[in-house]
């Protein structure tokens, strides 16, 4: 079992503004469609509750939900109300955690592989993703080239880490 978290960021960490994210780059939509496909998702109750009704739960993958509401329901989707729990759910596969900002925090201690994709924007929010620690995460196959989207020519990149 791996624990691989993935998430789009400014480059000073920006990761959600008012329970939405403060860009659109479906590439990005789709390289996190790609890779997560198939695979459990852990989320907290907030992503959630960000997601649009007609896309959660997410398809093709098993939802886990994470709150500490004991009565919270997510149709559609599995609820944990602690990390072991929500590490049970998973039953050993390979899981993903798709955020957000106290999610990451809480799993990151925890996990194996980071997908960060850097959105090239100079954007406030109030939803911020961890710091990589160089001494604890090496980035593997660096390609510093960023993309253009077609939708409005937002630059991002690709990154990928892996624990030391
Ligand atoms: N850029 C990206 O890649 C990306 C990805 C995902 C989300 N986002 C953005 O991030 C924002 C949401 O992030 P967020 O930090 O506000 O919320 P979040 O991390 O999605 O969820 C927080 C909630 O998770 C539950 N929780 C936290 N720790 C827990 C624990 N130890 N045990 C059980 N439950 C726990 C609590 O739910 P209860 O309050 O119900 O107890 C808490 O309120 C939105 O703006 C979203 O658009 C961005």
Known sequence: MTITLIWAQTPTGIIGRDGTLPWHVPEDMAHFRDLTRGHPVIMGRGTWDSLPPRFRPLPDRDNIVLTRDPLFEA??????????????????????????????????PLAHRVERTLVSLDVGGDTRAPTLDRLDWKRTEPDDTWLTSTA???????????RR
């Open 75 to 108: 149709a559609g989707a599995l609820v944990a109300h602690d990390l072991e729990e929500a590490l049970r759910l998973v039953e050993n596969r390979d899981a993903w955690v798709v955020g957000g900002g106290e999610i990451y925090a809480l799993f990151l």
């Open 152 to 162: 409005g020519g937002t630059r991002y990149r690709f990154e990928s880490y892996v």
